[in-house]
């Protein structure tokens, strides 16, 4: 059975940084994209960061400039790298792999940026 694990959140102060990973076990078919998503409190769930099949990427305004999505494919792992953290990026963190025949999520992080 497919299982993600989500390590690397925390509190952190404003200006500091963190690094999310997402490791995948299981077998998982026909891997289209990698992503992660986060929801704050009263917020709908938003799209962060992805990487796809081709090693591009996309990134939400919000975010471009400071977090950088990765994946070591020999690992089955996909990671977010968050610089200059501010309070707005208070949430929890979920990763998301598009495969098939189905999706997969982790079961979310929490990152709490201080002020």
């Known amino acids: 059975q497919v299982q993600l694990v989500e390590s690397g959140g925390g509190l952190v102060q404003a200006g500091g940084s963190l690094r999310l990973s997402c490791a995948a076990s299981?077998?998982?078919?026909?891997?289209?994209?990698m992503g992660w998503y986060r929801q704050a409190p009263g917020k709908q769930r938003e799209l962060v960061a992805t990487?796809?099949?081709?090693?591009?990427?996309n990134y939400a305004d919000s975010v471009k400039g400071r977090f950088t999505i990765s994946r070591d494919n020999a690992k089955n792992t996909v990671y977010l790298q968050m610089n200059s953290l501010k309070p707005e990026d208070t949430a929890v963190y979920y990763c998301?792999?598009?495969?098939?025949?189905?999706?997969?999520w982790g079961q979310g992080t929490q990152v709490t940026v201080s002020s």
């Open positions: 998301n792999i598009k495969g098939w025949p189905r999706d997969y």
């Open positions: 299981g077998s998982i078919s026909n891997i289209n994209a």
């Open positions: 990487i796809f099949r081709t090693s591009s990427t």
